[in-house]
């Protein structure tokens, strides 16, 4: 049985017929920007993520970028970010001049590690952004707490962690702007690229709405230097028919989590260690990532089986090299490096079936036990 990492045919199937008419609607209408599908799903999705203001933004690098420069940061200006996380966390921080500075990662939970981010905060500091890193909140009271008395902003990168809860509020509604993706791998995953940049403050709101359109307002009235960070009308009327399964589709992924649990303790796999739930801080599965020993061996073994795997993420931002000049060695982050070396994202879509799991557990069972 071959399992893929992610079936996205499996979730287009039954929404076919309701997501060709929704495109269908929005060619009839020739309107491609903003409009009602924009403003539609912007109200929706304020309402789910409990939040009063929700926009819409080309994708979710271009989400945090945004957040950034709401805040006109720039070169001289440090912003903390996790060293363990996709690239854009750390590279819009770099493509507005300003400098990433890294924290390591907690141990168990693979989210930026509290401690070392209150300690890494200078005069210069200018934002924080924790990661809710593949869908699992990171741990935010102890930043939040360090960073108000500081007026440092704190931006929820919640890329990976849409409707994700932490201490029962969704996350991005708790720092000054949670910053969504919609790429299609997301848990809401568009027909290509878009996101969402949300924030409990109107002054911000109104400052990432001119921000997203050239800094325009009204029509050829430019206030600040923004850019073109708008989502299209056919992403958000697509998105519009899928948001209403988003919170089925995490409770499918976090079953098929609690599955492989079961699967796992029952093949006796101890040197496998499964991901931790922290208390209080919902893990929504955008990844089930497993750490394991010979990692790029039972990498190897699983894709000559024909079931889908992935590392996520091999290098840590500290190692990459367009990060050298930042000036970190080798070993300064442990925690990251050992996740880097270790980590394996197995599939749990939420129409992956029991038996293609079995599969899965069975595969790495053979490699482990022969
Ligand atoms: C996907 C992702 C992004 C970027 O989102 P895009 O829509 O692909 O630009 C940012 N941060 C994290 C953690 C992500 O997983």
Same mark, same amino acid.
Not at 27 to 36: H, N, T, V, Y
Not at 240 to 248: C, Q, S, V
Not at 260 to 287: C, K, M, S, W
Not at 295 to 322: K, S
């Given at each position: ?7 996205? &045919? ?65 070169? /001289? ?6 060293? !363990? ?50 869908? &699992? ?114 409770? /499918? ?35 089930? %990532? ?17 079931? /889908?795997?992935? %590392? ?36 749990? !879509? ?5 038996? &293609? &799991?079995?599969? %899965? ?8 036990? /022969?």
């Amino acid at each position: 049985m071959t399992v893929p990492l992610l079936d996205l &045919q499996a979730q287009y199937a039954p929404l076919r017929q309701a997501l060709l008419d929704a495109v269908t609607r929005v060619c009839d209408s020739q309107r491609f920007i903003g409009g009602p599908e924009v403003e539609g799903l912007e109200r929706e999705l304020a309402a789910d993520l409990q939040t009063p203001h929700a926009i819409g933004m080309s994708s979710g690098t271009d989400a945090l970028v945004a957040a950034l420069m709401a805040f006109n940061i720039g070169p /001289g200006d440090e912003v903390i970010t996790p060293t !363990y996380s996709f690239f854009a966390t750390a590279g819009a921080v770099a493509r507005l001049g300003a400098t990433p500075v890294l924290v390591d990662s907690e141990a168990d939970t693979f989210n930026l590690d509290p401690a070392a981010t209150i300690a890494a905060i200078t005069p210069r500091t200018k934002a924080i952004i924790p990661v809710h890193l593949f869908g &699992q909140a990171a741990e935010l009271a102890p930043i939040l707490a360090a960073a108000a008395p500081r007026n440092i902003p704190v931006i929820e990168d919640a890329a990976q962690a849409i409707g994700c809860l932490y201490h029962g509020k969704p996350v991005g509604s708790w720092g000054a702007i949670g910053c969504f993706s919609f790429f299609p791998s997301k848990n809401l995953g568009g027909f290509g690229d878009g996101g969402l940049a949300t924030s409990t403050s109107a002054e911000l709101a109104h400052r990432l709405k001119l921000i997203r359109n050239h800094g325009m307002e009204p029509k050829y009235y430019h206030h600040m230097v923004g850019a073109n960070f708008r989502i299209d009308a056919l992403q958000a009327a697509v998105l519009r028919i899928k948001r209403p399964y988003l919170a089925g589709w995490s409770t /499918g992924r976090r079953a098929n989590a609690a599955r492989y649990r079961a699967l796992f303790a029952d093949a006796g796999l101890t040197d496998v260690v499964l991901p931790v739930e922290a208390p209080d801080r919902t893990h929504i599965y955008n990844q089930f %990532v497993i750490r394991v020993p010979q990692r790029d061996q039972l990498r190897a073994h699983l894709d000559a089986a024909g079931i /889908g795997c992935e %590392v996520y993420y091999p290098v840590p931002f500290h190692l990459q090299e367009c990060f050298a000049g930042l000036g970190y060695q080798a070993g300064a982050f442990p925690v990251a490096e050992r996740a880097a070396q270790s980590s394996l994202a197995l599939p749990i !879509y939420p129409e992956l079936t029991e038996a &293609q &799991q079995a599969a %899965v557990v069975g595969a790495i069972r053979t490699f482990y036990r /022969g």
